[in-house]
């Protein structure tokens, strides 16, 4: 029973865990994902930590605690900087056992944990293996990256991986990148380790394979991920774009796969009018995840990025559009898991804006902070943490623009927000993108958190609120009461 609206990100604002793998597992969906921390020197530098919810109420998450510890691994470089827990998947084996499998920098092999319960503390197990005991990635195969876990139906188990970037020297580490898509091997289900058969490709193209076909702009990067519904394996993955997730669909699990279509991307590229990353409805950068049914209604989780680098990461999850077997692009939304608009009463944290731009638009981030100057963006107060929730958009400039999607309008006549800092001027805010205003609130210099308001006059229903800033100086924007 729904306890709590859903908002995105689903979890709490202090939490940082990218690169979701929702699995349902009896009545409740738990989220494995590798783990950032706030302003990172780079991905994946905590420990694996896991979140759940009841199937039945998605805005009700609850913290399951630290699940694996990096130096578990027997494996694990002493150096942790460039050598972080990566992108995990877990599967339930014949033997009811939950396995997580994983990479970890400067080892080049996938490693293997296994635990009791989905969500309890995982032991290390080993590292997959082919039937002469040398791991795989140790043969000088394609690089092993991103492990994707998926037992089929009759039982047989598949392990999918790849990295296509050729740049990244330092992950690489010495290994190729793949140039023909990912790699699929077929695992022995008794002990979830050794490979039966591959490393094989599944017909998903590489960049120099994807001119003249349907995956041109669309090449395999990383982020592989398995999903079967209604007999039809879909493939998801991570493009040479790296913004977007896109899948693939075959009737085989280990080849034909043909090129489906965007599934989401955290800038809306991909939408009517939104062409390039300069003109994203949000900050850019990569992102992994997958989809998931839920009670009849399909998911795609991914992750949004903050702080204006790209290693402080945030899930996120919407609703996605399913039919005939196909899937449409996804919008990123304030209110994905909520099933219905966020109520037109109440007050909400701003971060939750699914938009956020500058008046010269917004950027594919890197890991080192792109300059401030002109562009509102995500941050917290203080460093990293496990509560305290404060996150908030700083640097609310002339022309920047903070979007919520959805809200049920019909009741609410007023609105007001909660800011501070050095700024004089008008907050515009509106039902339509470049709409008319259906409120303007006039906003003052204030040290302390203020709350300025104006009566509000929108169209009854389901509609977005876009707020936009015109003056001088800048300001926190913290939160909005609707009444």
Known sequence: ???????????????????????????????????????????????????????????????????????????????????????????QGPDGKFYLYYFMGGTKMISVAVCDKPAGKYEFYGYVKYSD?????????????????????????????????????????GSKPTEHGPMCFELDPSDMLTVLNGPGYIGI??????????????????????????????????TK???????????????????????????????????????????????????????????????????????????AAEEI??????????????????????????????YIACNLYGKKGTRFLSMIKHPKKGYPYFTQDGGDREGGEDQYIANMCDGAVAGFKYFDLTSTKEISVAIRGKAEGVLQVRTEEYGTPAAEIPVASSRKLQSFHAPMKARAGRQPLFFKFTGRGSFDFISFELK
């Open 1 to 91: 029973m729904k306890t709590k609206q859903a908002f995105n990100p689903y979890m709490p604002s202090w939490e940082y865990v990218p690169d979701a793998e929702p699995h349902v597992v009896g009545d409740r969906v738990y989220v494995y994902g590798s783990h950032d921390l706030f302003n990172g020197l780079n991905f994946c530098l905590g420990d694996y930590v896991c979140w759940s919810a009841p199937v039945d109420d998605l805005g009700n998450w609850k913290y399951e605690g630290c699940i694996y510890k990096r130096e578990q691994d027997p494996a694990a470089p002493r150096i942790r900087l460039t050598n972080g827990l990566a992108a995990p998947d877990m599967v």
């Open 133 to 173: 005991g040398v791991p795989i990635g140790k043969k000088g195969e394609p690089f092993q990256f991103d492990p994707g876990i998926f037992m089929d139906d009759d039982g047989r188990l598949y392990l999918y991986t790849g990295f296509a970037l050729e740049g990244n020297l330092i992950l690489l580490d």
């Open 205 to 238: 193209a590489g960049d120099k394979e994807a001119p003249g076909t349907p995956y041109e702009g669309h090449a395999f990067l990383e982020a592989s991920s398995m999903r079967k519904f209604n007999g039809i394996y879909y493939f998801i993955y991570s």
């Open 241 to 315: 774009k790296s913004h977007e997730l896109c899948y693939a669909v075959s009737d085989n699990p280990t080849g034909g796969f043909q090129f489906g279509g965007i599934l989401v991307s955290n800038g809306d590229i991909g939408l009517p009018g939104i062409t390039d990353v300069k003109n994203a409805k949000n900050y850019t950068g990569n992102t992994h995840g997958s989809l998931i049914e839920i009670n009849g209604k399909y998911y795609i989780f991914y992750h949004r990025h903050s702080n204006r680098k790209q290693s402080s990461r945030q899930a």
């Open 321 to 350: 559009r399913f039919e005939n077997g196909k899937f449409y692009q996804a919008e990123m939304t304030s209110c994905g898991l909520n099933g219905e608009p966020l109520s037109g009463q109440g007050t909400y944290p701003s």
